[in-house]
T-cell receptor, first 111, second 114 residues
Framework: SQQGEEDPQALSIQEGENATMNCSYKTSINNLQWYRQNSGRGLVHLIL???NEREKHSGRLRVTLDTSKKSSSLLITASRAADTASYFCATEPDSNYQLIWGAGTKLIIKP | NAGVTQTPKFQVLKTGQSMTLQCAQDMNHNSMYWYRQDPGMGLRLIYYSASEGTTDKGEVPNGYNVSRLNKREFSLRLESAAPSQTSVYFC?????????????FGSGTRLTVV
C-alpha cells in the first residue's frame, strides 16, 4: 500500500527556474525522506525531516513539512540539467520504521 | 567506495527457473531490505531484515525467500520465476530504522522473466 503520493507526476521546467514537488501521506509519521533516482540507477537519499521539524535546508534543497495537513514539499532552487531525475518521498510511520514510498515525480530540466 | 553492492545487474530467466540475487553492504548497517520497482509505481518492500539473524515479510513477499547470511549480506531467492516477477530489484541498508541518514541503495538488478 502506498502512503505517499507525489504531485505532480511529471514536471518540465527551464534550467535556472525553481522546481517544487509535493508529497501527501495518510498516517502519523516519525519522519519523511526525499530521494532522487537518476534513470536506471539506484535511489539516493537527499534529506530527512523529522515530525517535529517544519523546514530543512540542504544546499539548493528546501523541504517543508506540515503534519496537520500530512503534506511535504521539496523545492529545488536554480535548477540544473543534472537535476533531471525522478524524486520520491518516503514516510516512516510512527507505528514501525518501514518506509512507505510514493510513486515519484519525474523532473525534466530543459537547457 | 562504501555502499551497497548488488549482483547481477541484469538477468533473463525462463518461467520456472530459479535464481538468487546477492546484496552486500559495507556500511556496518543493521537493517537491510529488498524492494521491487515497477513502472509508474513506488518501491514495494518484499522482505527486510531488521538485524542479523532476523527476517520479516514486507508488502509483496509471495514467490520470494531471503537469507540474512551475516551482517553484511542479504540475498533474495526466486524459487520458480514467473513473468509477474519481471521488475527492477533494489537492495538497501540503513542504520536501524533509517532515522540517521536514510537508506543506502544498490544500483539494482533488472530481471526479465520470459
Amino acid at each position: 500500500s502506498q502512503q505517499g503520493e507525489e504531485d505532480p507526476q511529471a514536471l518540465s521546467i527551464q534550467e535556472g527556474e525553481n522546481a517544487t514537488m509535493n508529497c501527501s501521506y495518510k498516517t502519523s509519521i516519525n519522519n519523511l525522506q526525499w530521494y532522487r533516482q537518476n534513470s536506471g540507477r539506484g535511489l539516493v537519499h537527499l534529506i530527512l525531516i523529522r515530525s517535529n521539524e517544519r523546514e530543512k535546508h540542504s544546499g539548493r534543497l528546501r523541504v517543508t513539512l506540515d503534519t496537520s495537513k500530512k503534506s511535504s514539499s521539496l523545492l529545488i532552487t536554480a535548477s540544473r540539467a543534472a537535476d533531471t531525475a525522478s524524486y520520491f518521498c518516503a514516510t516512516e510511520p510512527d507505528s514501525n520504521y518501514q518506509l512507505i514510498w510514493g510513486a515519484g515525480t519525474k523532473l525534466i530540466i530543459k537547457p | 567506495n562504501a555502499g551497497v553492492t548488488q549482483t547481477p545487474k541484469f538477468q533473463v530467466l525462463k518461467t520456472g527457473q530459479s535464481m538468487t540475487l546477492q546484496c552486500a553492504q559495507d556500511m556496518n548497517h543493521n537493517s537491510m531490505y529488498w524492494y521491487r520497482q515497477d513502472p509508474g509505481m513506488g518501491l514495494r518492500l518484499i522482505y527486510y531484515s531488521a538485524s542479523e539473524g532476523t527476517t520479516d515479510k514486507g508488502e509483496v513477499p509471495n514467490g520470494y525467500n531471503v537469507s540474512r547470511l551475516n551482517k553484511r549480506e542479504f540475498s533474495l531467492r526466486l524459487e520458480s520465476a514467473a513473468p509477474s516477477q519481471t521488475s527492477v530489484y533494489f537492495c538497501a541498508s540503513s542504520a536501524t530504522g533509517g532515522e540517521f541518514g536514510g537508506y543506502t541503495f544498490g544500483s539494482g538488478t533488472r530481471l526479465t522473466v520470459v
